[in-house]
């Protein structure tokens, strides 16, 4: 259950891709800039991805970089070189939460002022692994590279968050094997861009999905484990009866078997009542918490549980109706959402302001747009018509209703109004007006 919890706002999210606009026409180096970044760094997908993991974790981070798309370290260990044409470009990542750890602002907790990300590293020595702590120090306008001995030592297991977390000392500083330790970056900013699911004002960590929700989790669980029990024991009752004479082969019970003498009741199985219609009721008074809590309404998955769960959704078929019906999960939606378009905003600004640093494009870096959609199934009918009736008046022009009612850029956009132009050229036909002249000066000879 929690994995649909946290999948489905994903899938709302970029289920339709968003536009990226720098605001300039397509055919400007602007605009091919954001959409090689878009789609070579697969953007939609990145997107996706970390709101299913945001969604468990209550933090997410991407990180943008300029370098070679494919790791060369291993060809470049054994003696290779990198092969010819490939170039370095800018580049966005996810960065696992659980390896960040940043350092606010003084007076100001939802700022940064650095961002460290550290993982730890086995190097094998002959027959023993020694583990090494690489830091990589994010600080405005560099990256600090740093790396350090780590020390086991006996007891260096903390178990107080429900697992096994192994703990290391901290040894001397180690060479990296950088070239340089100390990077410049060229970007006046972090290169480090933070996602929270849910934030609030007085911390810069996230608030996950699932988190209000691990009691009733837990309980759906406990209650579905009672079930399983209850229909068990009735799959295979202990029976009651006369007491059996001889060796009982004509006889066999997969249960126990009670004797009896014939004085007793007439045989039959000792049944128990586990109160199945209580607990049934229970367990969808939990699940429907769940969705409540969540808010998630149950028939959007095309299904419920139980008869008081909001109906299936299907009643509404015009976007209007289907819209308020999704109201709760459109508003959870758009409150992910204002996350996401700043980071990734930023990511992208950040990627123009490297390739003009460090690459060969020459433009000015813009800060792009994104016209995100919400998800909802589009009724072309209705769509068409709302189209129709807005390029009679002046709020909208008709190129801009062509790229949002078929999803197409400013080119093919331009493309369809040529067409149009052509068909109704072909339809109405072209009249010489001489044709008018000659026959109005036929007419005034006549007289």
């Given amino acids: 259950m929690s994995d649909i919890l946290v999948t489905k706002p994903s899938d709302l999210l970029v289920g339709e891709p968003p536009s990226f606009e720098s605001g300039l026409p397509d055919s400007s180096e602007e605009q091919k800039a954001v959409n090689r970044y878009v789609e070579e760094n697969d953007l939609v997908k990145l997107v996706h991805e970390s709101a299913i993991g945001n969604g468990y974790r209550g933090d997410a981070w991407i990180k943008t970089r300029y370098g070679y798309r494919q790791d060369f370290s291993e060809v470049i260990q054994r003696g290779g070189t990198i092969p010819a044409g490939i170039e370095m470009e800018p580049i966005i990542e996810h960065v696992n939460a659980e390896f960040v750890f940043p350092e606010t602002s003084r007076g100001n ?202 109906g299936t959704g299907t009643s509404h078929t015009d976007s209007a109706s289907i819209k308020a019906r999704f109201l709760p999960i459109l508003s959870k939606v758009n409150r992910i959402r204002t996350h996401y378009d700043k980071a990734i905003r930023d990511a992208l600004w950040t990627c ?54 078929d999803n197409v850029d400013d080119m093919q956009a331009d493309e369809i109004m040529r067409r149009i132009e052509e068909d109704e050229k072909n339809a109405n036909g072209v009249v010489d007006s001489s044709i008018f002249n000659g026959n109005g000066a036929a007419q005034g000879g006549g007289n």
């Fill in 109 to 310: 907790v939802k700022s940064f002022k650095a961002v460290n990300i550290c993982t730890v590293e086995y190097v094998i020595d002959g027959k023993t692994e020694k583990p090494f702590l690489n830091v990589e120090r994010h600080i405005p306008g560099y990256i600090i590279y740093e790396r350090y001995r780590l020390f086991e030592f006996e007891g260096g297991i903390d178990t107080r968050w429900g697992y096994p977390l192994q703990i290391f000392t901290i040894g001397e500083r180690v060479a990296t094997g950088r070239e340089e330790d100390t990077v410049e970056t060229g970007v006046p900013h972090l290169l480090v861009h933070h996602i929270p699911y849910k934030s609030v004002d007085d911390d810069w960590e996230g608030v996950s999905g699932l988190e209000k929700l691990e009691s009733l989790l837990a309980a759906i669980n406990d209650r579905l484990v009672s079930l399983d029990f209850i229909l068990m024991k009735h799959s295979d009752p202990t029976a009651y009866g006369p007491e059996l004479d001889g060796s009982g082969d004509n006889v066999r019970l997969s249960g126990a078997y009670i004797p009896m003498t014939k004085e007793d009741a007439t045989p039959g199985y000792m049944t128990w009542d586990g109160q199945l219609n209580s607990a049934f009721k229970e367990l969808e008074v939990l699940i429907s918490l769940v969705f409540q809590i969540s808010e998630t309404p149950q028939w959007l998955f095309g299904t419920v549980l139980g008869e008081n769960s909001g």
């Fill in 352 to 405: 123009q302001l490297l390739d003009v640093a460090h690459g060969e494009a020459n433009f000015e870096p813009v800060y792009p747009t994104i016209a995100w959609k919400d998800g909802i199934p589009v009724n072309e009918k209705e769509q068409a018509e709302i189209m129709q009736l807005r390029t009679q008046k002046p709020t909208l022009d008709v190129k801009s209703a062509i790229k949002r009612q």
